[in-house]
């Protein structure tokens, strides 16, 4: 069972990557997970030896792409994101929040950025 989180980013080669660390009662130590690169996991006794070793996880997870020859995914802090979503919803689900921006006075774009703000 989880108790404490923390997100900490952890440079290597010129990247960042998301590590999230975990402290884990099971195996008495903080679990540190890079969700960008496929099962780079790693742990420590405290919250910087998982961080540091995450940094020697992230840095041997790329060296091995690299020697494989397969190609370094570009971390999400580096990527450019246009701000659009295309998506598909139930007809009648988009009548709903058409009606419920008009009586908040706001446009659908806004009214639904909004909501999103709140589950983020």
């Not at 402290?23 to 690169?37: F, G, N, Q, R, T």
């Not at 450019?80 to 998506?87: A, D, E, R, V």
Request: aromatic share 6%; with cysteine.
């Amino acid at each position: 069972m989880a108790k404490r989180k923390n997100k900490i980013q952890v440079p290597a080669n010129g990247f960042k990557y998301r590590v999230n660390i975990i402290w884990s009662h099971e195996d008495k130590a903080y679990i540190a997970k890079v969700p960008e690169l496929d099962g780079c996991v790693t742990h420590g006794e405290s919250l910087e030896a998982a961080a540091a070793n995450a940094e020697d996880a992230i840095l041997g997870y790329l060296e091995s792409l690299d020697a494989r020859g397969l190609p370094v995914p570009t971390p999400l802090s580096e990527q450019i994101f246009s701000g659009k979503i295309p998506l598909r919803i139930d007809p009648n689900l988009h009548r709903d929040l058409v009606v419920k921006a008009q009586t908040e006075g706001t446009s659908l774009n806004k009214f639904i950025e909004n909501r999103l703000k709140k589950l983020g």
